[in-house]
């Protein structure tokens, strides 16, 4: 069993999205017979982390803060990555985590700060998501 993962539930690594110790999943609870109940996790070195403070270690390991990603596939996987942080499942809509087909991600230094800008594909609709970190503090993350 997965660290993080609830007992029971059905764990779908993105082992495309593998960085060093970071892992990212979506966790599924096949006991919901009429909705799904789903949520995503991220795991570094076998401990499960979360929330703004997860997003500037993942960005700080990754050192995306010295070296930002450059090319569109890098900036995109970066996206994904951090959308597992910040995508939340509703009994709307899907927790998986997708980029929005029409909406790249951009991908801004402002100062020290990185600034992420990403629209997730809530069943076919754009989410936006803004994230901005520093290499000191928690991210913050502003939806919609």
Do not use: C
Request: cysteine-free; proline content about 9%.
């Amino acid at each position: 069993m997965t660290a993080g993962i609830p007992t029971g539930w059905r764990e779908e690594e993105r082992t495309d999205l593998r960085a060093g110790p970071w892992r990212f999943y979506r966790a599924v609870d096949p006991s919901f017979a009429e909705s799904v109940s789903e949520q995503n996790i991220v795991v570094r070195d076998g401990e499960r982390v979360s929330g703004p403070e997860g997003i500037s270690a993942l960005l700080a390991d990754l050192g995306a803060f010295e070296r930002p990603p450059g090319t569109p596939e890098e900036v995109a996987r970066l996206a994904e990555q951090v959308g597992h942080f910040v995508v939340e499942a509703t009994s709307r809509s899907s927790g998986r985590v997708r980029l929005h087909a029409d909406r790249p991600p951009a991908l801004r230094k402002d100062g020290g700060d990185l600034v992420l800008e990403a629209a997730y594909d809530r069943d076919g609709a754009p989410w936006p998501v803004t994230v901005t970190a520093g290499p000191s503090g928690p991210a913050r993350v502003q939806r919609g």
